[in-house]
């Protein structure tokens, strides 16, 4: 039985210094079959990928979400922010979640799988959810990406609040969605690495 292991709380993660974001040259934004097309080429030659979802909030009672509308895919030198609304990016979506022997790790992964599969009619394949992988290392709170980058990198993530709970069903995402999207993908891939997975 291990010990259980703190989990740094948001006053002791707040005096931590930043961790480094993707900045916009290194974030791609796919919303036309040829860029799915070209994402699905880069993405395939890594080994593992960060991986996310967003959807737009739902905020009546009783309303059901039909994302997710964004999918982001990063490997260490670069992310993907994949738009749902074209038809072939659907497609190339589904073929990536779908590919074997390639990890797809992230935080708080079951909605996303489940909307994953009434969305893009694929069980996602390979799919790490890294809460688990901290459980078994003996930590007790639930861990979010907050808290890992905390712990292993003794670094601050930042998030912001308004670009999460915008319209992820937008055409046209904003900059800070792109940001927002792209280091939620890239944090998992630098935790999953350092996790040594």
Known sequence: MHAQLPTPDKDAIALLPAFERLGPDR?????????AQE???????????????????????????????VLQLSTRARAWVIQLHDPQCL???????AMPGITKAG????????????????????????????????????????????????QRFIKSKKAATSNWANPTLTDAQLLYAANDAYAAIRVYEALGL
């Open 27 to 35: 974030i791609t934004l796919v919303n036309t079959g040829a860029q």
């Open 39 to 69: 994402a699905l080429v880069q993405l395939a030659k890594a080994k593992a990928w960060g991986f996310d979802t967003e959807s737009k909030p739902t905020f009546k009672v009783g309303e059901v979400s039909d994302g997710p509308h």
């Open 91 to 97: 497609a190339i979506a589904a073929q990536l979640m």
């Open 107 to 154: 935080f708080g992964l079951g909605d996303d799988r489940k909307r994953i599969l009434h969305k893009l009619g694929v069980e996602p394949v390979g799919v790490l959810e890294l809460n688990t992988i901290f459980r078994e290392r003996g930590y007790r709170k639930d861990m979010g990406v907050k808290g890992a980058v905390a712990v292993l990198f003794h």
